[in-house]
């Protein structure tokens, strides 16, 4: 039977010096970047990769007001439409 190609992790980490009320880790992606959700204190929240505690890749940001940026993301900013 083949190994699975992805391995499912959770972790939980409280995080104050970016203010963020928690950080979930749910899985992995190819490049070496983690997906993640991120959940700030003002209301607004990110769910995509990131690589090394920065957001890298695709995400998704939702502002607090219900808008929101989704796309590309390199060295923590958006990168894209």
């Known amino acids: 039977m083949p190994q699975p190609k992805w391995r499912a992790q959770v972790n939980i980490r409280i995080i104050v010096r970016r203010q963020i009320s928690f950080f979930l880790v749910f899985d992995f992606t190819e490049a070496g970047r983690e997906k993640v959700c991120e959940n700030y204190k003002n209301g607004s929240r990110y769910e995509g990769e990131v690589r090394n505690g920065v957001r890298e890749g695709k995400g998704?940001?939702?502002?607090?007001?219900?808008?929101?940026?989704?796309?590309s993301w390199k060295d923590g900013k958006m990168n894209g439409k």
């Open 60 to 71: 998704k940001y939702y502002y607090n007001n219900g808008g929101y940026y989704e796309g």
